[in-house]
């Protein structure tokens, strides 16, 4: 059974850092493009930052300049490095495994962290 999951969140003020792990077991991670995404409370779950099985990185304008997404390969991790947080980075925030085959897709999830932004 894959496993996904999360730690790292919790309360910040902004202005502040956070930084959010993601282990991955049981698949071969290397093959996947690992992603982090976001939900806020009355809103869709949205795409915050990506990196490909080739190391190229793709972010949400929202949090350009202020997240940095990062993967090691031999510890099956995938890091999200938060900075310059703002009260609209609030969101539970979850860990995406997808793996694109010939005919079809596989895709994991993490359980979600919280992540609150507030003085």
């Known amino acids: 059974q894959v496993q996904v999951v999360e730690s790292g969140g919790g309360l910040v003020q902004p202005g502040g850092s956070l930084r959010l792990s993601c282990a991955a077991s049981?698949?071969?991670?290397?093959?996947?493009?690992m992603s982090w995404y976001r939900q806020a409370p009355g809103k869709e779950r949205e795409l915050v930052a990506a990196?490909?099985?080739?190391?190229?990185?793709n972010y949400a304008d929202s949090v350009k300049g202020r997240f940095t997404i990062s993967r090691d390969n031999g510890k099956n991790t995938v890091n999200l490095q938060m900075n310059s947080l703002k009260p609209e980075d609030t969101a539970v925030y979850y860990c995406?495994?997808?793996?694109?085959?010939?005919?079809?897709?596989?895709?994991?999830w993490g359980q979600g962290a919280q992540v609150t932004v507030s003085s």
């Open positions: 990196i490909t099985t080739t190391g190229g990185t």
């Open positions: 995406n495994a997808h793996r694109r085959l010939s005919e079809t897709s596989l895709d994991y």
């Open positions: 049981r698949l071969t991670f290397s093959a996947y493009t």
